[in-house]
Each structure stands twice: as structure tokens, then as C-alpha cells.
């Protein structure tokens, strides 16, 4: 059996579990045997956005040890993805050992929808959810992995699912890490605007490949008293 | 942010008039853009894009030589240059000149160089009386404003805001219908631009081979500008330099486009010497002014000098969901938008406004617009580590620091990192319940900053890696 690693993110692992489940199941349905490395905690985002780029570098590395050997690795987050592919590079421009590693791995690290569709070539993954859904782009996503029209695949596949798109797609949530709370009333209006624009569609849920954007959506939509709801592209595959 | 204007930032965000006003403006702008770059009608886009960036790239490498050869070409056509280090040494040159020539009244063309220098201000202190002839920045003068946005700059203004204004400044009739208004305008500044003796413009491009410069605009005021007084002063950043006249047929396929959605303005016009024998109109003098202001200081910068390929289309802004939300007055500097946020710690200091690379959620639609390619969240983040390192010092700063350490030595140890991530599942298991309960913790800044806006669910009870090991377990039994 062709084996993954995943890598669920500090904030899958953390806050939502669930998906970080979904994902293993999806990919096990399909054939793959999967490996948690255990000794994953976070790619080092949250510092390199802050402008700590020293703490950034150190986290970095952890990461890059602890995946040295994976043949794929795979991650529920195109901005986590993003991180470790572009901004690695970036961090490691001066410490030629670490760029190697970096290089080593970039082309070995693939966001969840993407893997699906450009390594294991499967679009139906036998899903089924009976629901009207609108899906977010994520920026980092859609603008640093550009993946676009690959989780609409995907969810085109899903039985009893209707997608209808949102006006704003593309518009960001306004979470961008520390962003949301140093600047709150900013991110805050952002949020706000996306959720007008989900609630003109009608659809009952937020499909998302980021779990940080959908914690921004599910937490603005509870705020504005909506029970639509949020989930991980993987959460609706893994849906039967 | 510390340090950011809050206050200012919430009134703009609770004023429903401008919110809708900025919102549809840019979004209108967004979808006009939309229409004249889809491959369908522009299958060669990208490639333009990637043009304009090496030819901008070239260019800056390559600054002190197509200056040079500018302004060897103006002479040939017998035009002056005149090199600027600063705004006062441009007030000084037109102070000069006007008091030389005996002149009071000047027209302006529309000019986001001359705003960086505040050139209306210092030069009505020294007597002068500079009027803006493009509509919108007639408006902002009248108002006693900055522009609000780099090519729209009355974008905020209602037209019942623009009636009240012209009724007010100008002791005409109310009148709210555009058109209308424009007339008025108009009838104004025909009698300005008969009798002002110095027409001011800024330039888009400064041709190098030729020693032309390259205006474009909408209204027909910068011909007006450039042509009817006796002198004309064009003031030009130097980053404006492009090296031939035919790179001309990439960036003006790009600039229309990307700033308003036209294909092309509707007046592109080639302005080179002075009006010479045989022709009909033209000024007698003519000098383009070469501005420095930093410029230098950031070309210095091999990380971050490509802040100077910009020019100036404004659909960063158009595109930037923070723009969107606060405007253009929140900014600190006359550029705002993205662009601002890279290069006004660049003019002004990193520590002038550490908080405004921060003001910015990275979402990279400033990039993926951006005619000449500028990475302006790659530079953001740059801006940001280097506030970080400038603010060392400061306590909260101290702060953040020590938490980002304390952070960093964590996730460097799997088994600590897990321990603490029980400790928060247990404590916030309940939620926000929990967390109103504590209210100590309401205030924490961090967490009150969230639920400001927001709610959030309950941590689970058990982490990913718990649940893991779990069924692993179960599969094994």
C-alpha cells in the first residue's frame, strides 16, 4: 500500500480534531496507508507573520526534522502548505543547509485537495452529504497554490451535495493570524462582508480547506445569530 | 494596533454612507478591471505583466543611466531638468521661477508626486495660488483634504457632499446633478487655466531615448495644464523613468486597464521641449523637476527597491479588503492601499508607524492585481520582521517577544507542546462560558480582541493526536 504522512497543522491537532480524522479516513479509503508522525507540532506561521522570523526559523527546522524521511506529506491547509513551500525558502535564504532540506521537501508536501486530484488522481471519493454548500477560497490557497477549480471537483462528486457559489469568494475573511486581533474591528468588517455574501446563496453550509478561515466564518456567522454552518472540505468527503 | 489611529479606523468603519461608497467604488473599478484582462479579451496578460516587471527591473538596476540619458534628451529639446532632493528644494525652484517670471496663479494637473510633497500648501505660503484642475482633486482641494485613493481621489464624496461644497467655496447655487457640477467646475477653472501663468504636471512615464514625458488622464486638464500657460513644470519621481518609447506599448496596456478598466485613457499625451518654431501650441518654457525624496535611500534596498516599479495604477487598493473597509484617509501618508503600507515605512521610517505593515490580513490580492508584479506581502513581512527588530525595546513589544520565544521553544518539544494543549482542552473545554466566567481573561487583549467581533466554539476534549492514538489502539485490541 502507498504510504502518506500527514502533517495536521497545530491548529487541527488543537481545535479541530476532527478533520485532521477525516482527512486519514479519506485517504485510507482510497488505498493509502497512513503515518502520523508524533513528534509534529507547527510549521512556524504564526511567528514568521508576526515578524519573528528567529522563532519562525527554529520551529521551521523542527518541522523540517521531523519530515526528513516522508515520501508525501499531507496537510487539511493550503496556507500552512503555502508556508512551508514558499516562505521556508525565504527564512533559510541564509543557512544553506536548511535551504536543502527546504528544497528537499517542497516538491514532497501537498495540500489535502490537491494531493487527491494531482498524486492520487481520484476525484470521487464515495462522499455523500445531502446539503446546499457554498465554498471560501482561501487565500493562500487560491493565490499561493492556486487551487481553484480542484475542490469544486471534488465536491462536484459528492452525492446529494449542490454547490452555489458566493458572490465574494474569492474576498478574504479577514482572519489572517494575529491580523484578527490586533486588529479586530478591520477583521471583524471583513468577516462581516463575507457573511453577507454566503448568506445570499442560501446554501446551509461554508466548505473551506482551511480551518483557520472557518473559524473566522463559524465565529462571525454565530455572532450574527446564523446557523448556517462551517466544514473541511475533508469532513465532506469523508462524509457518507 | 498600538499606535494606530482606532478612533479614526471605527468612524469609518461605522459611517454606513461611506462603507457602501467605498464598497461599490472600488468594486466597480474591480469589475470594470475584470472585464479588459480576462484572457478572452487579453490572451497575453500575464506575459504582459512579466514585461512590464523586467523592463521596471532593468530600469531601476540600471537608474543612474537612463536618468542620465533623460535628461540629456530634455536639454537636446531645450528643456530644463532640475534634480530634487526634496520637496523644499521643489518649492524652492518654483518659488524662484514664479517670483522670476511674476506669477501668482498656477494650474495643476493631477499629480500624486506633488500630494508626497504637500507642493499646494508650501507653495501657497509662499504667496502662490496653485489650483488643481482634474474635477476630483478640484474637489479635495476645495475640502481641504488629502486624496482619498491614487487615481480617484474624491472617491468618498457624495455628489450632495460636492454640492454642499461648491455652494460653500465657490458661493454658487446648489446643484446636485454631475453634470451639472462638472460645468460649474469647468467654468471655473476655464479662467484659471487663461490666466495662470505656470502649468504644473506630474508625469506617468519620462521617456528616455527621448526626453519626452508621457501623461495620462481622462479629463482633458493636464493638455490644458501643459499647453495654455507660458511655462510648464512637470515633477516627476524618479523611479518614473522607462528606457524607449516603445516600452511604451507594454506599460500603457497595462495602466488604463488595471487603474480603470479602459483599454486606454482617453488622453495619452507626448509632451517633449518646449513649443518650437512652427508650432501651434506648447509652452515657451519647458522643465521637468526629478524628484529624489527617499527614492535613493530605497533604491539602496536590493530586498525591498522593487517598491519602485509601481506605477501608480491603484488597483491595489481597488482589490485590498482592508482598503475597502477603512479608505484612504486611515493611511498616514498621501499613499494609501497596500502600495502605502510598503512604502511609507520606507519614506517615512519603520518606527514612524510600526503598526501599519501589520494592517494587513497577507491575503495577496495587492500582488495578484499588481500590473508590474510587485510582491507586496513579501515585503510586508519583511517590514514587519524589521519593526519587530526596531522595536525591540519597547515593552510591549518585550512582550510579544518573550510569548513568541516561550511559543517557539514549545513547539520545538512535541510532549510539552501536548501537555499544554490538555491543560487548554480542560480549561476551555467549556467555552466561552468559561472564559466570561474569568473575566480577567475577558481582558486579556488578545482573547478580548476576538470576541469583539466573534464568537468561538468550545476547544474539543480530546486533540487530534489523542484521538489518533486512540483508534490506533482500538484497531490493534
Known amino acids: 500500500m502507498p504510504r502518506v504522512s500527514v502533517f495536521v497543522t497545530c491548529i487541527v491537532d488543537q481545535m479541530f480534531p476532527k478533520v485532521g480524522m477525516a482527512m486519514v479516513e479519506v485517504l485510507e479509503r482510497i488505498g493509502y496507508d497512513v503515518d502520523f508522525p508524533e513528534e509534529q507540532t507547527c510549521c512556524g506561521q504564526p511567528a514568521f507573520n508576526t515578524g519573528y522570523r528567529e522563532e519562525a526559523r527554529k520551529v521551521a527546522r523542527h518541522f523540517l526534522k521531523v519530515f526528513r524521511d516522508a515520501e508525501y506529506i499531507v496537510v487539511p491547509s493550503g496556507s500552512c502548505t503555502s508556508m512551508i513551500a514558499h516562505q521556508y525558502r525565504e527564512l533559510f535564504a541564509k543557512e544553506p543547509e536548511w535551504l536543502e532540506a527546504t528544497n528537499a521537501i517542497e516538491p514532497r508536501i501537498w495540500e489535502f485537495s490537491k494531493f487527491l486530484l494531482e498524486v492520487a488522481k481520484v476525484e470521487d471519493v464515495g462522499a455523500r452529504l445531502e446539503r446546499v454548500v457554498t465554498f471560501h477560497d482561501s487565500c493562500h490557497g487560491l493565490r499561493g497554490l492556486g487551487i481553484k477549480e480542484g475542490p469544486r471537483r471534488l465536491l462536484s462528486r459528492v452525492r446529494g451535495l449542490t454547490l452555489r457559489e458566493m458572490d465574494a469568494a474569492e474576498e478574504c475573511c479577514g482572519f489572517g493570524g494575529t491580523f484578527s486581533v490586533k486588529f479586530p474591528e478591520i477583521s471583524g468588517g471583513m468577516a462581516r462582508t463575507k457573511i453577507d455574501s454566503i448568506l445570499r446563496t442560501g446554501a446551509e453550509l461554508v466548505v473551506g480547506i482551511d480551518v483557520s478561515c472557518l473559524l473566522q466564518i463559524r465565529g462571525a456567522l454565530s455572532r450574527a445569530g446564523s446557523t448556517i454552518g462551517t466544514m473541511h472540505l475533508a469532513e465532506v468527503l469523508a462524509h457518507r | ?477
Open chain 2, 1 to 477: 494596533m498600538t499606535g494606530a489611529p482606532e478612533n479614526q479606523i471605527r468612524n469609518t468603519l461605522e459611517n454606513q454612507h461611506l462603507q457602501t461608497a467605498i464598497y461599490t467604488a472600488t468594486g466597480r473599478l474591480m469589475s470594470h478591471r475584470r472585464a479588459v484582462v480576462s484572457p478572452e479579451v487579453l490572451p497575453d496578460f500575464q506575459e504582459l505583466r512579466t514585461q512590464a516587471n523586467l523592463i521596471k527591473k532593468h530600469t531601476i538596476e540600471n537608474l543612474d543611466y537612463y536618468l542620465e540619458q533623460f535628461a540629456s534628451n530634455v536639454a537636446a529639446r531645450g528643456g530644463k531638468v532640475i534634480w530634487a532632493r526634496d520637496g523644499a528644494a521643489v518649492v524652492d525652484f518654483l518659488a524662484k521661477l514664479a517670483k522670476e517670471k511674476n506669477v501668482r496663479l498656477i494650474v495643476k494637473a493631477k499629480s500624486m508626486t506633488s500630494e508626497e510633497i504637500e507642493l499646494n500648501d508650501r507653495l501657497g505660503r509662499h504667496g502662490l495660488e496653485p489650483v488643481e484642475t482634474d474635477l476630483g482633486e478640484y474637489i479635495v482641494q476645495l475640502a481641504h483634504e488629502r486624496p482619498y485613493h491614487i487615481v480617484a481621489p474624491a472617491l468618498h464624496k457624495t455628489r450632495y457632499e460636492v454640492a454642499d461644497l461648491f455652494t460653500e467655496r465657490l458661493g454658487v447655487e446648489r446643484e446636485t446633478e454631475i453634470e451639472r457640477q462638472t460645468k460649474i467646475a469647468r467654468s471655473v477653472l476655464r479662467e484659471k487655466f487663461l490666466s495662470a501663468g505656470i502649468g504644473i504636471s506630474g508625469a506617468n512615464f519620462l521617456v528616455a531615448d527621448s526626453g519626452a514625458i508621457v501623461l495620462v488622464t481622462n479629463e482633458g486638464n493636464a493638455r490644458m495644464a501643459t499647453t495654455l500657460p507660458r511655462i510648464h513644470v512637470a515633477i516627476a519621481g524618479i523611479e518614473k523613468v522607462i528606457p524607449r518609447a516603445q516600452d511604451l506599448a507594454v506599460f500603457l496596456k497595462l495602466l488604463g486597464r488595471s487603474a480603470t478598466g479602459q483599454p486606454l485613457t482617453v488622453y495619452t499625451s507626448f509632451l517633449s521641449g518646449p513649443r518650437r518654431e512652427n508650432e501651434i501650441d506648447g509652452p515657451d518654457e519647458f522643465y521637468v523637476v526629478l524628484l529624489d525624496n527617499g527614492r535613493t535611500r530605497l533604491l539602496a534596498d536590493r530586498y525591498k527597491r522593487e517598491s519602485l516599479y509601481c506605477i501608480r495604477c491603484g488597483a491595489c487598493l481597488n482589490h485590498c479588503p482592508v482598503y475597502r473597509k477603512v479608505g484612504g484617509h486611515n493611511y498616514p501618508w498621501v499613499y494609501s492601499g497596500p502600495i502605502g503600507k510598503i512604502i511609507t515605512p520606507q519614506y517615512l521610517g519603520v518606527t514612524h508607524d510600526p503598526w501599519l505593515p501589520f494592517a494587513s490580513s497577507l491575503c495577496g490580492a495587492c500582488e495578484e492585481v499588481c500590473p508590474v508584479k510587485i510582491r507586496i506581502p513579501r515585503l510586508l513581512l519583511k517590514l514587519r520582521s524589521e519593526v519587530v527588530k526596531a522595536k525591540m525595546r519597547d515593552p510591549q513589544s518585550r512582550l510579544e517577544r518573550l510569548g513568541f520565544r516561550v511559543w517557539a521553544w514549545v513547539m520545538c518539544r512535541p510532549k510539552l507542546y501536548e501537555m499544554l494543549g490538555a491543560m487548554g482542552s480542560a480549561v476551555f473545554g467549556n467555552g466561552e462560558a468559561w472564559l466570561r466566567r474569568a473575566p480577567g481573561l475577558m481582558n486579556y487583549g488578545p482573547v478580548k480582541a476576538w470576541f469583539s467581533q466573534r464568537d468561538l466554539a468550545p476547544m474539543p476534549a480530546r486533540s487530534f493526536r489523542q484521538m489518533w492514538r486512540a483508534r490506533r489502539k482500538a484497531a490493534q485490541d
